[in-house]
């Protein structure tokens, strides 16, 4: 089992555009090994839904969103979905400010952000096949935020009303 360091900010490679991978690649050993121990780190930290590569210091276009916020009425088993050159091809005219959302390379900062509470996502997943997913509700919040990383951009540079809640402070409301 491979955990991976989580970048925090201030780290340069968080505030770079990722590189795209090339679609001939995604399924060698080199691509399958990072996405499977970003999938490992990812389900290794309860509070993190989404993990972008620049976040453990991979600058491509790549980023997990776990199983654990897919559906959480469900019994189903659900995997993580992998998207490799994510582009978000529709925004939903609506917008919300969303609140409460954090970041796993800012810990602990929490704030409202502007978001479209649906969004059109294309990307490649693991095997390499071309998905086109639409999404809403805290799905679109995920993919908003995962392709803002890929793009070098962290939510605290968007965000509104940001405070700082340690680990005992947001244990204690949930």
Not at 37 to 49: F, Q, R
Not at 88 to 113: D, H, M, N, P, Q
Request: net charge positive.
């Amino acid at each position: 089992m491979s955990i991976l360091t989580i970048t925090e900010k201030g780290n340069p490679v968080l505030n770079k555009t990722a590189l795209p991978v090339k679609i001939e690649a995604i399924n060698t050993p080199k691509i399958q090994k990072i996405i499977k121990d970003m999938k490992e780190t990812l389900a290794s930290i309860d509070d993190g839904v989404g993990l972008a590569a620049p976040q453990v210091d991979i600058s491509l276009q790549i980023f997990i969103v776990s199983k654990k916020v897919l559906d959480k009425k469900s019994k189903a088993n659900l995997n993580d979905i992998v998207c490799i050159n994510p582009k978000i091809v529709k925004f939903s005219k609506t917008k919300k400010w969303l609140a409460g959302e954090g970041c796993l390379s800012v810990r602990w900062y929490y704030g409202k952000v502007l978001r479209s509470t649906n969004v059109t996502l294309e990307y490649y997943d693991e095997y390499g096949q071309k998905q086109i997913r639409g999404a809403g509700g805290i799905l679109a919040h995920v993919f908003q935020h995962e392709c803002d990383h890929l793009k070098g951009e962290l939510f605290i540079d968007k965000a509104k009303d940001v405070e700082y809640m340690d680990a005992d402070s947001i244990n204690s409301i949930l």
